[in-house]
């Protein structure tokens, strides 16, 4: 009885541990036609603490995480090489902030389809973890809110100005 009673309580630690991470509400915003780019935002939290260090999807060439922030009055974006995840606390990725981007669109997002997302995200423990995201596609003129997550408007895509020694 007390291996088996150590054996479930192993299975429990094993199982909290491959669910170190945890991604709500993620979403696409569609595109038109021609467009060759969007963005992917969800809500990511990891248990223990980490950086989200990747992303791949097989409906764009390149998949990167990206940042907005204002520099000398102007609006830049930009990849960057981690996303810092603290402990506990939920990161939002959504417009006008931190994003995922997908570029080189292998074809046209419309509302309905669902994009698959892996993300790899790396432990305080130098472990990596990765998770497995399937994100439903919006509309592309539907409000860029969460649901349950309050209102604000949708920000369009436009070209991005990549940014050095980031």
Do not use: N
Not at 33 to 47: E, H, L, V, Y
Not at 62 to 75: A, I, L, N, P, S
Not at 147 to 166: E, F, Y
């Amino acid at each position: 009885m007390k291996t088996a009673a150590a054996a479930a309580l192993s299975l429990g630690f094993a199982t909290l541990a491959l669910a170190q991470t945890t991604v709500a509400e993620p979403w696409v915003r569609g595109t038109v036609a021609t467009q060759k780019s969007t963005g992917a935002f969800m809500r990511i939290t990891s248990a223990q603490g980490g950086s989200l260090v990747g992303v791949s999807s097989p409906v764009a060439g390149v998949v990167q995480v990206h940042e907005m922030k204002m520099d000398g009055g102007v609006m830049k974006m930009g990849a960057v090489d981690a996303l810092a995840l603290p402990a506990g606390q939920a990161v939002e990725l959504k417009p006008g902030g931190y994003h995922v981007m997908l570029m080189d669109l292998k074809q046209p997002l419309k509302a309905g389809d669902t994009v698959p997302l892996t993300l790899t995200v790396k432990g305080k423990d130098g472990k990596t973890e990765t998770v497995e995201v399937k994100a439903p596609v919006r509309a592309l003129g539907a409000p860029a809110a969460m649901p349950m997550g309050g209102a604000s408007g949708a920000m369009p895509m436009h070209d991005h100005m990549h940014m050095q020694g980031q």
